[in-house]
């Protein structure tokens, strides 16, 4: 009997929500287990060593300098490697860190908290990379599993079709593609706004089997990859991309701020609290706009 491929689950900076995402395949997870060996897992096993292995599943953000190191490890003791849920694709929810300084997000944490009252930074731990990185820019991916956290059957699917020796298929199409609401006026052509009030769901009655672009609600499934089985939009809560862009975009933001001025008045789009942060939340170290404002960082310091 030839021996199982071995299978290591890592953790970088994140909420390791990956890793629950692959215990919610519940009974499903077994069919995995049986066609690997699981031989590192922080979350669940006690091991400090990252052994050599046919694949790995790498969750989380490059966000300090222990990040790097564990990545370059894991490039060297694994055949395959696989990027699992938006903090490892695109950055994350921690990418938007770099809309700030390395200096300016440590000066808030740990200076302007009412939980710590010393005030003092901590040293003993790994120092903060001065952006955060999505891991390809450190190490060679092979493959990706978008979402925040990832469905459990795409999980599912990409490592079966691995284990099986199949090329696994990821969606071309937008999250609309997959959403079931109504659409009264978004595919007619004209050329009048779609509606003349941005607002936040919870601020009106709203209809919910109605595109929510319709009535006037920021969505970005049309910027944003489907494969999520539209989980928020079918509980009622607007896109907000956590499935990365589409394959041939460039940047996600961009792509849904072209889109949104299409639809709204500019001037209530630029009225909206943190824009650049719901267009960004996901993707911005994957982003044109990272490293713009890397370089624009840069010019600064050096002055």
Known sequence: MSEKPKLIIANLTGCTGCVISI????????????????????????????????????????????????????????????????????????????????????????????????????????????????????INVDYRIPGCPPIPSMIKNVLTALLEGREPEHPTKNLCSECEKDHEKMLIPTKEFLTFQVVASHQVDYKEDLCF??????????????????????????CRGCMGPLEKEVDQGCAAISGLASIFPIGQLIQQEDLSGTVYRYSLPYSILHGLYQKHQEVDRNE
């Open 23 to 138: 215990l919610d395949l519940h009974e499903e997870i077994l069919d995995i287990l049986d066609k690997v060996n699981l031989i590192y897992c922080p979350t669940i096993i006690d091991a400090k060593e990252i052994p050599i292995c046919d694949i790995a599943l790498v969750n989380g953000t490059i966000g300090n300098e222990h990040d790097i190191e564990t990545a370059k490890e894991i490039e060297k003791k694994a055949k395959k490697v696989i990027a699992l849920g938006s903090c490892a694709c695109f950055g994350g929810i921690c990418g938007l860190r770099n809309f700030f300084t390395k200096e300016e997000t440590l000066e808030y944490a740990y200076k302007t908290t009412l939980t710590n009252d010393s005030k003092v930074i901590p040293s003993e731990v790994p120092q903060l990379t001065d952006y955060v990185e999505v891991l390809q820019n450190i």
């Open 213 to 238: 672009l319709e009535q006037g609600i920021l969505c970005i499934g049309f910027a944003t990859r489907a494969g999520c089985e539209g989980r928020c939009v079918k509980s009622n809560l607007p």
